[in-house]
């Protein structure tokens, strides 16, 4: 499932090229016929995203919300901002977030310098093509079952496989919004931090549970969640109201980190300070980016003990047994 840095880089396009444009808006599935009428040929006001969920404000105080769920993502056509990490996945945002980014020389133009500095770009996007400047024909045809289509004079979004795609009017925004735990990507000052600290120090609930809670905290998933746990070396079973007050601000702070780092590059990199050829490894490969993540079985990158996996609130959870007692 996309985690909240893949969320924020969507809303980030729309920001861009979408904000302040006149839309039309369409459902070539047709299972969002009635809701894209609604929004059709209206102007986006703002994109937001909080967590996993992103909000598209339309003229009319009228607003999309999208949640992608397991299976959903936006591909992103047209005269559109893009890094190294969008180019690797052809413009598609969403289900393929541990997609690797492959870097090229520090001479290419995807060098390590270059990262999370988008370039102008025309881009057709299909499931498995990549059509640099110039294509045939914009708009390109919807290629799938996509439920909605945002497009513009210059650039164009199409949603697949959503969970949530719903016209929401201003009360079912902040409805939405009620239900949703701190997100450091929009707020990572003392009071969001002090909202996270009490939301995890008043539940005798396991915190590895507590962190995919997004009423706790928004944005965080599988991944995140058990390398959070280990870089700071906190047993995934350790109930909330045992965390203490520094344990929990360090894994606000280091959530902060980690969040506004895989904004930037587009990857959940969560491995710091590699050099050059190791940092581009990682990029390129999951098995070379994550301390525990999906390495069951393997020797822990500090101590060797081997990393256990188990199931925890329906996901698979990894550890380090001896480093994270």
Wanted: glycine letters at 8%.
């Amino acid at each position: 499932m996309p985690e909240g840095h893949s969320v924020h880089r969507i809303a980030r396009q729309f920001a861009l090229h979408f904000v302040g444009h006149v839309c039309e808006v369409s459902s070539p599935q047709g299972r969002f016929a009635a809701g894209a009428a609604k929004l059709d040929g209206t102007k986006m006001i703002a994109a937001r995203a909080v967590g996993k969920q992103m909000f598209l404000e339309f003229e009319g105080d009228q607003f999309l919300r999208v949640h992608l769920g397991l299976y959903g993502a936006w591909d992103f056509a047209g005269d559109i901002s893009t890094d190294a990490t969008m180019r690797s996945a052809n413009g598609r945002i969403g289900q393929t977030n541990q997609r690797g980014t492959e870097l090229q020389d520090a001479a290419g133009e995807d060098s390590l310098r270059s990262i999370g500095a988008p370039r102008r770009a025309r881009y057709r996007m299909a499931e498995q093509e990549k059509l640099e400047d110039p294509i045939e024909s914009f708009p390109p045809d919807p290629v799938g079952q996509v439920r909605v289509r945002i497009l513009t004079e210059d650039a164009v979004a199409d949603l697949r496989g959503p969970t949530a795609c719903v016209v929401e009017d201003p009360a079912g925004v902040q409805k939405a919004l009620d239900k949703l735990g701190p997100d450091p990507m929009n707020d990572d000052g003392p009071e969001a931090e002090q909202a996270f600290v009490d939301n995890v120090r008043s539940r005798n609930v396991a915190i590895g549970q507590l962190l995919m809670d997004q009423a706790v905290v928004s944005g965080i998933g599988n991944v995140y969640r058990a390398e959070l746990l280990f870089r700071q070396r906190i047993d995934p079973y350790k109930p909330g109201k045992k965390i203490t007050v520094k344990q929990a601000k360090a894994l606000w702070a280091d959530w902060s980190k980690l969040l506004h780092d895989g904004v930037r590059i587009g990857q959940m990199m969560t491995m710091d300070d590699l050099p050059a050829d190791e940092y581009k490894a990682a990029m390129a490969s999951r098995d070379d980016r994550h301390w525990v993540y999906h390495r069951a079985g393997e020797p822990c990158r500090v101590c060797g003990t081997e990393i256990r996996m188990a199931e925890m609130a329906g996901r698979k959870l990894y550890w380090c047994p001896k480093d994270q007692e």
